[in-house]
């Protein structure tokens, strides 16, 4: 059975039970942030969870985070995700989850050397977790340090070769310092070597230099919304470096 499914039993079984609750509602929450299953199946049901959970418990840790979650990633009420994301650490300091969301809220703020010190603070609090070192390179990209993402991003790959956010964010610093074909290489292993994107991506490159080729990867993804993890927002940022920033907009709406 699923984790969800084990934590329904337990609220079935134990109604009075707030971190059951509140693992519930994190559970979810943290489901629909990764796209696991829609949102439209998840997010009221967190929403619903958290509430049972701070109803008989104010204190419950889980609880908070999940509400700071839908917060900031699906509601945009950053008001709301700093406050419940603050008592959530206050409550559990080492929920490297929570910091996590945390420190993306600051990135959101455009504050990314505060995001970073966080996602830090994590890894610290948590020395032998791999989630708060899996979440590093992305900050780091933030706060545009890509020699240290990279660096990051390599001693993940060098545990986890399957860690695609590693990879992918160790793709775009390689890019974003002038190495071209080691950028191309990383994104052709992320997306597997005989994909339609790595072949236009790779063919382009070649051909024509980097600005050619994300212009072609982005032109590409037009119509293949479907053939890319997280497509719109590659297919954005690929608009950018290839000079279309009206098409990166359209895009990222």
């Keep these: 059975p699923s984790v969800e499914r084990l934590l329904e039993e337990s609220v079935r079984l134990d109604p009075e039970c707030a971190a059951a609750w509140g693992a519930l509602a994190s559970n979810r929450a943290w489901q629909a942030f990764l796209g696991l299953r829609p949102h439209a199946e998840l997010l009221d049901g967190a929403r619903e969870a958290a509430r ?38 206050a409550l559990a300091p ?44 992305g900050h780091f990209v933030a706060a545009r340090r890509y020699r240290e993402a990279i660096c990051e991003a390599q001693a993940i790959l060098a545990s986890f070769p399957d860690a695609r956010n590693a990879r992918h964010f160790l793709a775009r610093s390689l890019w974003m310092t002038g190495r071209f074909e080691e950028a191309v290489a990383e994104l052709c292993r992320l997306w597997g070597p005989a994909s339609a994107p790595a072949r236009v991506l790779e063919d382009a490159w070649r051909e024509n230099g980097p600005g050619a080729a994300a212009k072609a990867l982005a032109l590409h993804l037009e119509g293949h919304e479907d053939t890319l993890v997280g497509s719109a927002t590659e297919a954005a940022a690929f608009s950018s470096i290839g000079g279309e920033p009206d098409r990166a907009f359209a895009w990222l709406e």
Excluded: C, I
């Design 52 to 89: 049972r959970a701070l109803a008989l418990d104010p204190n419950a840790a889980k609880a908070r985070g999940a509400l700071g979650v839908v917060s900031l990633y699906f509601d945009w009420d950053f008001a709301t995700a700093k406050e419940q994301l603050e008592r959530a650490l």
């Design 94 to 137: 080492r929920d490297a989850g929570v910091r996590h969301a945390y420190s993306d809220y600051f990135v959101v703020m455009g504050r990314a050397r505060e995001s970073l010190e966080e996602v830090l603070l994590a890894r610290e609090l948590n020395p032998g977790s791999w989630q708060p070192r899996l979440f590093l390179p």
